[in-house]
């Protein structure tokens, strides 16, 4: 089921890293270092306010009128743009918004969600219930992958892995398009049906929100094992675009074409390819038809050694698939495994799993499913020591607005940037 966007006014909520509390609460008697201490942490950050459209932007936000609203006891401040009375909220980073749960229990809370702990158990130990630690994911997720990427200064990936993962809702089969470029996930998304139909106005949200950050973006090329239906999609949406098959994927394939046979044959049968293949990846001059001529050789040694009905298997399997490996072969930018998309998918099923007790029709899974994929590129959790304690941004050259990767969620998923 899809969600429509329930938002219908702009939100236009920052949280503001004031250190400390003792700091915010000094702060709140005086109005003008108040807006300076905010001009400052906007400034460091390197991003502007999400003023009205008429707005060019440039006016100043310091002689504002301010609001206090009682949160828990807390005065927030509003501050208003001058010039079109753009209203921003003002959260202090130790204020959650529209909760009344503490961000120290939402931090808990989150990183033992993103650590695999259901959401039952981390609600049991938090003491909070499972439906606002859902919630919670949920609200994150309402700010765009895209949005929040690129305020990190991250560039568009002109390549990328696309693929859908599989998964259920009750009993029903559906299909969570995904976008991954290295560490990061750019777009996922959730959709009943697997038709082309239904693809394209998923991955469309992407491109439309990639394009909007920069017109001029074209991808380059697009790693896919998907279904035909989701190769349709890319190539509708990104024209120009390589379209490759992964090249692990066809080794895990090759033994599923090889029946009745002898294990052993079919892994020298099986190694042989992998030797091909690599081989092939090494001579990067290595020319269309000189590999097509290795393919062809391979699918005879197939028919001699295994019979000719694998051999017929085989030769008609390459003759479909060829092409995409090719095309992975031609340009050595190309992503060549999909194996980080696959690693992805696996970090997001294990939630999926744990979420099986809110997924249901109604459910606000695509804010959900957005919320993890925050998690997933804004968590430091990368298991080898090569990127220990970075997360999946910073492992991609992205830049994070302070060492804290909570403070850094919410400050990301703000609203009231532009
Ligand atoms: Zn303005």
Same mark, same amino acid.
């Given at each position: 089921m899809r969600n429509t966007a329930r938002q219908t006014r702009d939100n236009r909520t920052i949280t503001v890293d004031f250190h400390d509390e003792a700091t915010y609460f000094k702060l709140l008697d005086d109005r003008k270092a108040f807006v300076e201490f905010i001009l400052t942490f906007l400034l460091a950050l390197g991003v502007h306010l999400k003023h009205?459209? %008429? &707005?060019? /932007?440039? &006016? @100043? %936000?310091?002689h504002s009128h301010y609001m206090r609203v009682r949160l828990g006891g807390i005065a927030i401040w509003r501050l208003q743009c001058t010039t079109c009375r753009a209203v921003f909220t003002v959260l202090p980073h130790f204020v959650l918004r529209y909760r009344s749960m503490s961000p120290e229990i939402a931090r808990h809370v989150l990183f033992a969600t993103h650590g695999g702990l259901s959401l039952e158990r981390c609600a049991v130990l938090c003491n909070v219930s499972p439906m606002a630690v859902y919630r919670l994911v949920c609200a994150l997720g309402h700010q765009g992958l895209v949005t929040v990427l690129t305020r990190c200064g991250l560039p568009l990936p002109t390549y990328f892995l696309a693929d859908e993962k599989h998964s259920q809702c009750l009993a029903a089969r559906v299909y969570l398009p995904t976008i991954v470029s290295g560490r990061v996930i750019w777009h996922l998304d959730y959709t009943e049906h697997a038709s082309a139909a239904a693809l394209t106005e998923s991955y469309v949200a992407f491109q439309r929100a990639a394009s909007q950050q920069e017109p001029s973006y074209r991808v380059r090329g697009i790693l896919t094992d998907g279904f035909d239906s989701s190769l349709k999609s890319l190539r509708t949406l990104f024209p120009g675009a390589r379209l490759g098959n992964c090249l692990r994927h066809a080794l895990i394939k090759l033994p599923t074409k @090889? %029946?009745?046979?002898a294990s052993p044959v079919r892994k020298a049968l099986r190694s042989r390819f992998h030797t091909l293949l690599s081989r092939a990846r090494q001579r990067k001059g290595l020319r269309v038809f000189a590999l097509g001529q290795r393919l062809r050789r391979f699918a005879d040694h197939v028919a001699t050694t295994a019979g000719a009905a694998n051999g017929q298997r085989v030769r008609r399997w390459v003759q479909d698939k060829k092409a995409g490996w090719y095309r992975v072969l031609a340009d050595p930018r190309m992503p060549v495994t999909s194996t980080l998309l696959d690693q992805a998918h696996n970090a997001i099923d294990r939630k999926l799993f744990m979420m099986k007790g809110f997924h249901?029709?109604? /459910?606000?899974q695509q804010a959900f499913l957005r919320g993890l994929a925050h998690l997933y590129n804004l968590v430091p959790y990368q298991r080898r020591a090569q990127h220990a304690g970075q997360c999946g941004v910073e492992v991609e050259g992205g830049t994070l607005p302070t060492r804290d990767w909570f403070l850094n969620l919410q400050i990301l998923t703000s609203g009231g940037f532009r």
């Open positions: 009205k459209a %008429t &707005c060019g /932007g440039g &006016c @100043l %936000t310091r @090889l %029946t009745a046979i249901h029709p109604k /459910g606000s």
